[in-house]
Nanobody
Framework: QVQLVESGGGLVQAGGSLRLSCAAS????????MGWFRQAPGKEREFVAG????????YYGDSVKGRFSISRHNAENTVYLQMNSLTPEDTAVYYC???????????????WGQGIPVTVSS
């Protein structure tokens, strides 16, 4: 089992930045690929960013490329999502997820955090 807890969400103005953190406990964090997903009201959960177990490979959804950055600190069992140039379209509940292999698909992740809301005001 892997337990995931997100933090760092909240309210920000358009054009601003936020950094989300996801703290992991349980099984060896460094053996898991990590992903960030988000779900806006009335929409399906979508892929935002992913990172390999080593941190050597990163992946992004088209809507966040060039604005968001994913990173991880294995010694601290934490993965981060730096979000810059935020727009109201980024408003959603953000989830981190863990799986032994990287994927951009929701159904391929077994372990999920409880989610944290991010609201971007115009």
């Amino acid at each position: 089992q892997v337990q995931l807890v997100e933090s760092g969400g909240g309210l920000v103005q358009a054009g601003g930045s936020l950094r989300l953190s996801c703290a992991a406990s349980g099984r060896t964090f460094s053996s898991f690929a990590m992903g960030w997903f988000r779900q806006a009201p009335g929409k399906e959960r979508e892929f935002v960013a992913g990172i390999s177990w080593s941190g050597g490979n990163t992946y992004y959804g088209d809507s966040v490329k060039g604005r968001f950055s994913i990173s991880r600190h294995n010694a601290e069992n934490t993965v981060y999502l730096q979000m810059n140039s935020l727009t109201p379209e980024d408003t959603a509940v953000y989830y981190c997820a863990a799986e032994q292999s990287y994927s951009r698909y929701v159904y391929e992740y077994r372990y999920w955090g409880q989610g944290i809301p991010v609201t971007v005001s115009s």
